[in-house]
């Protein structure tokens, strides 16, 4: 099997994690393996690296390019349980996480998997292939549920009318292939709207988040990340659309916060100190946006614990 993805901001990701020889890291969206790769390369036969992916189709391919080396432990499971997933291989702390949130270009590109809305394929978007798909979505949430999840994590102008007509259309036949739902979405614009980005564009990124829970779960792995670092230790985190870098820039800014005491006291009486230090934002060169259009709204954020 093959799973075409090409790394975004890869040397950039490797070299803020700062990989120690003899460290152990954990890649907890491993997908086709790039970063990993890119880690491995940098560990002496006593670093370890945890490869974590939950798409059995990365996970297929993980363990064809890894498999027979010792350092990787490969883990199917989500990122989300970074504690869990460390417990369960006897490992209490790491030097290093990196986290590559969003959907890969492999899922993008495989019809069947029904991310994209230039393909016509059965309304899927599971990254882990189980549990709720898109078409159960689209088929059974209210219209105003409907309108909140495509207005809150697609910030869609035109969340209520395509709302709207998702439960007009469900009514005659369900809404079973990405380009049924394209046909909806588009009907639900005016003209002038359709033009640049593709008008199903944001309803599919909604779709995709709710599906996947994919908020949630990043809101959850950062809240166990800063515990499972060893001090001096590094995590790293690639995001693609707005919703997810604001959710790690105010998380890494609140563990850099130190005492939260009004102003005008004396003397702190809270005891906070900072818990990290957060290290400039980094975007993607112009080269890198040239050889692959898919990288132009990365950012990497990057924090060290304290």
């Not at 996970?59 to 064809?64: M, R, Y």
């Not at 102008?157 to 380009?179: D, G, H, L, W």
Request: aromatic share 6%.
């Amino acid at each position: 099997m093959k799973f075409e993805h090409k790394s975004v901001l890869l040397h950039e990701a490797v070299a803020a994690l700062d990989v120690k020889p003899d460290g152990v890291y954990l890649d907890g969206t491993a997908g086709g393996g790039g970063h990993s790769a890119a880690i491995l390369q940098k560990l002496a036969e006593s670093g370890r690296l945890i490869a974590v992916d939950q798409d059995p189709d990365a996970l297929a391919i993980l363990g064809e390019r890894f498999g027979g080396n010792s350092n990787v432990i490969i883990i199917n499971n989500n990122f989300s349980h970074i504690k869990n997933i460390l417990s369960d291989v006897g490992i209490e702390k790491v030097d290093g996480i990196l986290l590559d949130i969003g959907v890969s270009s492999h899922q993008l590109d495989t019809a069947q998997r029904g991310f994209s809305y230039h393909f016509d394929a059965p309304l899927d978007m599971r990254m882990a292939q189980q549990g709720k798909s898109a078409k159960d979505i689209v088929n059974s949430y209210g219209e105003q549920e409907l309108a909140a999840v495509i207005f809150r994590y697609g910030e869609e102008k035109y969340a209520r009318s395509i709302a709207k007509n998702i439960v007009k259309a469900r009514q005659e036949k369900p809404i079973e292939t990405t380009f049924e739902l394209v046909d909806i979405i588009k009907a639900s614009m005016p003209e002038a709207a359709k033009r640049g980005a593709h008008p199903a564009r944001k309803t599919f990124q909604a779709l995709r988040i709710e599906v996947n829970a994919e908020l949630d779960v990043l809101e959850q792995a950062l809240d166990s990340a800063l515990d499972c670092l060893n001090t001096g230790g590094v995590i790293a985190v690639i995001t693609f659309h707005s919703l997810e870098d604001r959710l790690v820039k105010n998380k890494m800014r609140e563990w850099a916060q130190g005492c939260t005491c009004p102003k005008d006291f004396p003397v702190c009486v809270c005891g906070k100190t900072p818990r990290a230090k957060v290290r400039k934002v980094v975007a993607p060169s112009a080269q890198e946006i040239a050889e692959n259009n898919r990288s132009r709204s990365a950012r990497l954020r990057a924090a060290v614990k304290l």
